[in-house]
């Protein structure tokens, strides 16, 4: 842990509630249909964001995609 005062305790969180399998079930699913859906998705600045711990992403909710496509931008599935 650093001495940043946004820094988050990963025991204090706790482990993760979704189910693992379903995770790995579900994501890739869910990526195919967005492409589908959507068409191709434009993702810029990606490489900014660290491939490991935690983050922060803000959306502009600019429409109720927002949050879905969020886990698709990010690259984390």
Known sequence: MTNS???ID???IG?????PWLIKL???LGTRFLHWYFGPIAIHGQE???RSGLIILAPTHRSRWD???LSLAAGRG
């Not at 482990?15 to 189910?19: G, L």
């Open 5 to 7: 005062p946004l820094a």
């Open 10 to 12: 990963p025991a204090v």
């Open 15 to 19: 482990p993760s509630r979704v189910s």
């Open 26 to 28: 579900i994501y890739p």
């Open 48 to 50: 900014h964001l660290p």
């Open 67 to 69: 949050a879905i496509l």
